[in-house]
């Protein structure tokens, strides 16, 4: 719930120290209810978390109204070559390929101070989400499962590195693939420790009917 999840924030301090972060030039991600957070205002006129609205950190120009409908799905898509991002971490981004998913209430609408960050491929067209900064020290999305992508996280540690003076890393390391793996490890521990035939047998009993 992001409005009384950034109340929250207010009380224990934390948003407090974002805000500082973020005036010393350290760049802020948002993601989803991040994003919405990041914003002017927050507004729920249909009373679909607390009803009423309410003020956001200020680190993006742009303002949620939430909406009874809940988009759920599943998407690809591109970092726009986005110019008004300058030579700050989000040029380091730009042309990242990625894929993820989305699962909010709401609409954020930016205003002529930012600009989308990415292209989406979805529903049989393209749509873009997000908003960058001119500066591009402050980036929110609705996508989850950005760092799922190998090009968008190593594009982004990269440019975290440039910034601190560092050499970007070579890696080779592939996430879906290091996942698969884990995976098979946990699947074979289980078969090791488990008695995966009687677990299908009594799965087997208790099957719905077709």
Not at 5 to 15: A, V, Y
Not at 147 to 152: L, N, R
């Given at each position: 719930?992001?409005?009384?999840?950034?109340?929250?924030?207010r009380?224990?301090?934390?948003?407090?120290?974002?805000?500082?972060?973020?005036?010393?030039?350290?760049?802020?991600?948002?993601?989803?209810?991040?994003?919405?957070?990041?914003?002017?205002?927050?507004?729920?006129?249909?009373?679909?978390?607390?009803?009423?609205?309410?003020?956001?950190?200020?680190?993006?120009?742009?303002?949620?109204?939430?909406?009874?409908?809940?988009?759920?799905?599943?998407?690809?898509?591109?970092?726009?070559?986005?110019?008004?991002?300058?030579?700050?971490?989000?040029?380091?981004?730009?042309?990242?390929?990625?894929?993820?998913?989305?699962?909010h209430?709401?609409?954020?609408?930016?205003?002529?101070e930012?600009?989308?960050?990415?292209?989406?491929?979805?529903?049989?067209?393209?749509?873009?989400?997000?908003?960058?900064?001119?500066?591009?020290?402050?980036?929110?999305?609705?996508?989850?499962?950005?760092?799922?992508?190998?090009?968008?996280?190593?594009?982004?540690?990269?440019?975290?590195?440039?910034?601190?003076?560092?050499a970007?890393?070579?890696?080779?390391?592939?996430?879906?693939?290091?996942?698969?793996?884990?995976?098979?490890?946990?699947?074979?521990?289980?078969?090791?420790?488990?008695?995966?035939?009687?677990?299908?047998?009594?799965?087997?009993?208790?099957?719905?009917?077709?």
């Amino acid at each position: 719930n992001t409005m009384s999840d950034l109340k929250w924030m207010r009380q224990n301090g934390m948003e407090a120290a974002i805000l500082k972060l973020a005036a010393a030039n350290v760049p802020v991600l948002g993601i989803c209810g991040g994003y919405q957070m990041l914003g002017e205002s927050i507004e729920d006129p249909d009373g679909e978390e607390e009803g009423g609205s309410l003020h956001g950190m200020g680190l993006l120009p742009v303002r949620t109204v939430f909406e009874k409908e809940k988009v759920q799905t599943r998407v690809t898509g591109e970092i726009l070559q986005n110019p008004g991002a300058g030579d700050g971490l989000f040029a380091a981004l730009c042309g990242s390929v990625f894929s993820g998913y989305e699962i909010h209430m709401g609409e954020t609408a930016l205003t002529d101070e930012c600009q989308s960050v990415m292209t989406l491929h979805k529903d049989g067209g393209n749509v873009v989400d997000g908003a960058v900064t001119a500066d591009g020290l402050a980036f929110g999305t609705y996508l989850h499962g950005l760092f799922d992508s190998d090009d968008f996280t190593r594009a982004l540690v990269n440019g975290l590195r440039e910034r601190k003076g560092l050499a970007p890393l070579d890696s080779t390391f592939h996430y879906a693939q290091y996942k698969s793996q884990q995976f098979d490890l946990l699947a074979d521990a289980m078969r090791q420790h488990i008695d995966i035939e009687k677990i299908y047998t009594i799965m087997q009993q208790h099957r719905e009917p077709v």
